[in-house]
């Protein structure tokens, strides 16, 4: 870990190492299931949504075992503030792949019987615009972490405002589309529930980013302001 | 901590006795939270659906308090396996304080303008048993923390089970009233947020619960089958 000061023990920077190897084993696991997922929904694949939605087991496994190696290697190492920083933000930011890789199983579940449905469905591109569009997020996301990037991670949260405003758009769309269909409503519930699940990966995805934020800068950027954030991200402490 | 083996410092069951009292009034925030919130829905008290939605940052601040001393209680500590335990899943319990904050500042914003709507609707008495389950369950899980009470958790987590199956037949239910009345979809549509929200505040307290159990058992539950986490915690280890 280039940001650390040099350790007496290089085995303890191997467990750093491989803390880090883990999260990002994990983050690929949850990638290659919102793509499933992805496939599933969009392309019509029944296999891969129930390969998404049967998936999530490995990621919680991956999540368990990663909480146990931390505090293992906290409890064995006890180490400086700036390796237990590193060790708290993995703690955070698998939580929230954990929980993205839930909705990536919702969206798999859901896939099974929407596909069909959705196939020539004025909102399909919408809906695969907002997909690609967390997906590209997820992904350098853990970029950012992986290079320890604060600039990138504060570039990628804000981009969850245009995910947010698309969802609104469509949303508003949708609902428009129901009052003249109220015989398909199941049919635009499930989109909504596809929808809401892409919306909420963005919103885990943010706060990966904050937490890569607060492990590069050593400052909590949660719940500041966007502008009171670039201020911390761009000052030279 | 009764649970600990004595320590040489009297000083650092100080600070354990003060992150978990923090974690006990962060609840305890939150908890009040949902109170106003349940209030500015169901008994249109407008004031109250705003100091839920616009008091979420105390909460907010509380998260990011208790963070901060955990990290430097462990930095400067280097607690026990036990302890560590115990800060770690405080770090984790108050994640999920944080978003079940989050749900009561959503519910407190839309009570504004659904408040007034609801007031004779015929599945405002449905919601609130819902929301009045999820409020007893939040209660309860904080005080299986305070007591360190596995079985305690593990009978609070079986509850969602009811909160799922209350949602899903309610969820039904508005649907079928939606297709009869698509001119009222707005209304309906706020109140499935409304619905969504109580039923992730039962999921959050889910995690609450099987962190408890991680806590006094030193087994992580997360992720079993109920049969296996029953098990778990009535094996005499």
């Not at 792949?97 to 859901?110: P, S, T, V």
């Not at 196939?119 to 320890?148: C, I, N, P, T, W």
Request: with cysteine; aromatic share 6%.
């Amino acid at each position: 870990m280039d940001m650390h000061s040099p350790h007496i023990s290089t085995s303890f920077d191997n467990e750093l190492r491989q803390a880090r190897s883990m999260v990002m084993s994990m983050g690929g696991l949850v990638e290659q299931q919102i793509d499933n997922a992805m496939r599933a929904l969009f392309e019509h694949n029944t296999d891969l949504g129930q390969a998404a939605a049967s998936g999530d087991y490995k990621v919680n496994e991956y999540e368990v075992r990663i909480d146990e190696l931390v505090i293992e290697t906290i409890a064995r190492r006890q180490p400086n503030a700036n390796d237990l920083r590193f060790l708290f933000t993995i703690i955070k930011i698998i939580t929230d792949l954990e929980r993205i890789g839930d909705k990536a199983e919702k969206i798999g579940r859901l896939s099974v019987t929407l596909a069909p449905m959705i196939e020539s469905h004025e909102f399909v591109g919408d809906m695969r615009l907002m997909g690609e569009m967390v997906q590209r997020m997820l992904h350098e996301s853990l970029d950012a972490f992986a290079r320890l990037d604060a600039e990138a991670a504060m570039r990628i949260s804000g981009e969850d405002d245009e995910v947010n405003a698309l969802y609104s758009t469509i949303l508003g769309k949708i609902m428009a589309h129901m009052s003249s269909n109220p015989n398909t409503l199941d049919v635009s519930m499930d989109i909504i529930w596809c929808l809401r699940a892409f919306e909420r990966i963005g919103d885990h995805v943010t706060n990966i980013c904050e937490y890569v934020v607060f492990l590069v800068k050593g400052k909590d950027v949660r719940h500041l302001t966007r502008e009171d954030m670039l201020l911390e991200v761009t000052s030279r402490n």
